[in-house]
């Protein structure tokens, strides 16, 4: 079965490619379609967005489509940068500048519990939706550390694995127990149950 992935972030599509590796779907990406439609994410909820990315991707394609919105939400911080994670720093951040934003927030405070989120929509032709979650819970580290995954994953310290950063882990363990892997076995056990 073909399934498009409505994503522009190469870091997420290698995620994606790994993640559905063996499982007999076929994933495209919007850059192997030639679709450069940048979807405003204009939701206040992960979910609003995932959805809203899914759904418009899908009416473009005509195919069967996923759609991931993620981002971490730091406790000490009310929550953000939440669904403006990859603008923290302003439009067209990178994830260096969105990174240094956080360490400056994050200057002096104590309390370091963040997670990240994901919220997977799925939209299909004949207008079904479907939306899944996945949450990882860590900390803001106090400096950058790894070479691994995108993002934020050089600030976020994994508790249970010896405060390594998910930059530090292995992108195998990441695909085990990621925000995005977790929704996405949610998300794979609904195709399965559909096929
Ligand atoms: P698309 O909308 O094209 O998928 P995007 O980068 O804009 O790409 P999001 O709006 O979902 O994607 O923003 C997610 C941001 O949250 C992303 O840019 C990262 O900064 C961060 N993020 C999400 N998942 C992450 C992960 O697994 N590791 C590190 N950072 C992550």
Redesign the pocket.
């Known amino acids: 079965m073909k399934l498009v992935v409505?994503?522009?972030?190469q870091?997420?599509m290698r995620?994606f490619k790994d993640l559905f590796e063996g499982t007999g779907f076929e994933i495209f990406g919007l850059d192997d379609l030639g679709i450069s439609v940048d979807?405003e994410?204009d939701g206040k909820t992960f979910e609003e967005?995932a959805l809203k990315?899914a759904v418009e991707i899908m009416k473009i394609c005509g195919e069967v489509t996923i759609?991931?919105?993620?981002?971490?939400c730091v406790e000490a911080l009310g929550g953000a940068p939440g669904v403006y994670?990859?603008r923290y720093a302003g439009e067209r951040a990178t994830?260096m500048q969105?990174n240094l934003k956080l360490l400056k927030e994050m200057e002096g405070v104590k309390n370091r519990r963040a997670h990240?989120y994901?919220a997977m929509a799925i939209a299909y032709p004949d207008g079904r939706t479907h939306v899944f979650t996945g949450r990882l819970d860590g900390k803001i580290a106090h400096d950058m550390r790894g070479r691994g995954?995108?993002?934020?994953?050089v600030l976020?310290e994994l508790p249970e694995y010896n405060n390594m950063t998910?930059a530090q882990i292995s992108s195998c363990l990441?695909n085990k127990i990621?925000?995005?892997a977790r929704a996405l076995a949610k998300l794979k056990e609904y195709l399965t149950a559909q096929k």
């Open positions: 409505a994503t522009k972030n870091g997420k995620e979807v994410e967005n990315k759609a991931d919105d993620s981002g971490i994670s990859s994830d969105n990240f994901c995954g995108f993002g934020y994953d976020f998910s990441k990621s925000h995005r």
